[in-house]
């Protein structure tokens, strides 16, 4: 494939990040209050936010790393991403990463987004088990990952050096019967 397919759901389309998207990703990354628990630093400026979307194709192209843009369905707005990094094909798994801009929380976007992501992975392109990796204190993440299924594995401590900081990390896993078993329709099929 030549980019990422258009994701549907009810309130969202993930889609290809373009040129136009430079700004809004500018605005999603700069913000201290997004990237607090983000594994980079705020973005400084334009131009960094449009070394990132180079930098999001040159992964794509690897096919390591695929990350969408989080659009509201009727504007076409981008106010985040959602992201399938670390892809292995071999073994079939990769980790999610997701962010909104934080005037697009509390609305339940990351949770429809994150969802609609893990259909595409789990569904399309048949990976096994979805990781992720954060920080225990960032409680919306912790909360959206476990409404959707994903365990607590295991805590590695002090393992992240970010800003000035260290901090613990705790890995969360899903597996794809986990997905399958909460579908609506599980308790019909087995
Ligand atoms: C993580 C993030 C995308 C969640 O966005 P959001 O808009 O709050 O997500 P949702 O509206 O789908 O809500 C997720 C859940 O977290 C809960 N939540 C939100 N803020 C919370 C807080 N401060 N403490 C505890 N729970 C919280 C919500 O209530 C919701 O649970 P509910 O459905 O039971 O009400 C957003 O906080 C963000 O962009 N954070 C910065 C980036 C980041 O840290 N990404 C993850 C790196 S691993």
Same mark, same amino acid.
């Given at each position: 494939m030549d980019r990422l397919p258009t994701l549907a759901s009810e309130r969202l389309r993930l889609r290809w990040l373009e040129e136009r998207d430079v700004d809004p990703l500018h605005q999603i990354f700069a913000d201290p209050a997004v990237t607090r628990y983000w594994s980079a630093p705020p973005l400084a400026d334009l131009s960094a936010a449009r070394a990132l979307l180079q930098e999001i194709r040159d992964y794509f192209a690897r096919g390591t790393l695929y990350q969408w843009g989080i659009a509201?369905?009727?504007?076409? /707005?981008?106010?985040g991403t959602v992201t399938l990094a670390w892809i292995d094909r071999e073994h079939r798994r990769a980790e999610v990463g997701f962010a909104l801009a934080a005037s697009a929380w509390g609305q339940g976007y990351a949770t429809e987004a994150v969802a609609r992501l893990i259909e595409y992975a789990f569904d399309?392109?048949?990976?096994?088990r979805l990781g992720a990796d954060l920080d225990p204190r960032n409680a919306p993440s912790l909360r959206l990952l476990e409404q959707l299924g994903? /365990?607590?594995?295991?805590l590695l401590r002090e393992r992240y050096h970010l800003a000035g900081e260290i901090q613990d990390s705790l890995i969360m896993g899903l597996l794809r019967r986990e997905w399958a078993a909460r579908r609506p329709d599980a308790s019909r099929t087995e």
């Open positions: 509201l369905a009727d504007t076409d /707005q981008v106010i399309d392109m048949e990976l096994h994903f /365990q607590r594995e295991g």
